[in-house]
C-alpha cells in the first residue's frame, strides 16, 4: 500500500477541518430552531438558548396544533404532492426518453425551445389569465399544472436515458418486433428506476414547499396548502400582539410567545422532509451525478 505523504495528510487534516465547519454552520441555524422551539421563551429571548432546549415547553406547538386548519393544510399539501409527482413523471419521462433517441426528428430544433423557456416566460399576469381562463382557480390544478415540468427535468432525465440505454438494446428489441410503447413500457422504464425516483423526489420537495402559487391561484381556504396554513397563523399571533392582554401579562409576553409560535411552525412545516431526507438521500446525489455528466 502507498504511505500518504505529508501533503497528502496536510490536504486530509485541512479537507475535514472545512467540511466539519461547513456542517456546523449548517447545523447549528436547524438545531437553534428546534431547542428555541421547544424552550421557555424567555429563556430564547434573554440569549440562554444555545444549543440544548431550557425549560422545556410545548406552547407552541400546542397553540399550533389548536388550529384545525393545519390538518387540512397537510391533507391538501400530501393530496398535491402526490398528484403533481404522478403527472410530473408521466409528461416527463416518455419526452425525456423521446428527446434521448438520435431517429426523433428535429431533437435539436425541440430542445432548444426547451431551453428558451429556462431564461423567458410569460410572467405573473399572462400566467394567472391562463389558469383563469382555464377555469383551474381555486382548484387543486392550478398548484399542479402551472409548474409540472421544467426544462432541468428534461434535460436531466435525458441525459440518463441517453447513457443508461443503450442504442442495441432498443434495436433488439425492435428486431424482435417490439414496438416503441412496448420499448418504453416494458424495457425502459423498469431499468430507469434511479432517474424516475430523483425526479420524483425533486418534483415531490418542490410541491411540498409550494406557497406563491397557492397564495395567487386560490382563495378558497378550504384548498389552502400546509404552508398557507402556516402563514396564516404566524400573521394571526402577530396581529394579537396587543390585543389579548387578558392572556397574557403584558405585551411583552405576547411578543415571545409569537416568536415561540413562529419556531414551532417552522419545525411543523420542515419536520417531515427532514425525517424523510437521510432515507433518500443517495437518491438526490444520484440526480446530481446524473446531471453532471457530460454528453
Request: net charge neutral; hydrophobic share 55%; proline share 4%.
Amino acid at each position: 500500500m502507498n504511505r500518504l505523504t505529508v501533503s497528502d495528510r496536510m490536504f486530509d487534516v485541512l479537507n475535514k477541518t472545512f467540511l466539519t465547519l461547513v456542517v456546523a454552520v449548517i447545523a447549528y441555524p436547524l438545531l437553534f430552531i428546534l431547542s428555541a422551539s421547544m424552550s421557555d421563551p424567555s429563556a430564547v429571548s434573554t440569549g440562554k438558548v444555545w444549543l440544548y432546549p431550557v425549560d422545556i415547553t410545548f406552547e407552541g406547538y400546542a397553540r399550533v396544533f389548536q388550529n384545525d386548519a393545519i390538518w387540512i393544510g397537510y391533507r391538501n399539501t400530501i393530496f398535491y404532492t402526490l398528484l403533481g409527482t404522478v403527472v410530473h413523471l408521466i409528461i416527463l419521462l416518455p419526452c425525456a426518453y423521446a428527446l434521448s433517441r438520435k431517429e426523433l426528428l428535429a431533437k435539436t430544433t425541440i430542445t432548444w425551445i426547451i431551453l428558451f423557456t429556462m431564461l423567458f416566460n410569460g410572467g405573473l399576469i399572462p400566467t394567472y389569465m391562463v389558469v383563469k381562463s382555464l377555469g383551474m382557480l381555486d382548484t387543486a390544478w392550478a398548484i399542479v399544472i402551472p409548474n409540472v415540468i421544467g426544462a432541468w427535468s428534461i434535460l436531466v432525465a435525458r441525459t440518463f436515458f441517453k447513457s443508461s440505454i443503450p442504442d442495441e438494446l432498443v434495436d433488439a428489441s425492435k428486431i424482435d418486433g417490439a414496438s416503441d410503447f412496448s420499448i418504453f413500457f416494458k424495457i425502459v422504464l423498469p431499468l430507469s428506476a434511479p432517474i424516475i425516483a430523483v425526479m420524483a423526489l425533486f418534483h415531490a420537495v418542490s410541491l411540498w414547499n409550494q406557497y406563491f402559487g397557492a397564495l395567487i391561484y386560490l382563495s378558497n381556504e378550504m384548498m389552502y396548502p400546509l404552508q398557507l396554513i402556516l402563514r396564516q397563523i404566524l400573521i394571526i399571533s402577530e396581529v394579537q400582539q396587543g390585543f389579548d392582554a387578558g392572556a397574557v401579562d403584558s405585551l411583552a409576553d405576547q411578543i415571545k410567545r409569537a416568536a415561540l409560535i413562529k419556531y414551532s411552525v417552522m419545525i411543523v412545516s420542515s419536520l417531515p422532509l427532514l425525517i424523510v431526507y437521510p432515507f433518500l438521500q443517495r437518491f438526490f446525489v444520484k440526480g446530481i451525478l446524473i446531471g453532471s455528466v457530460k454528453e
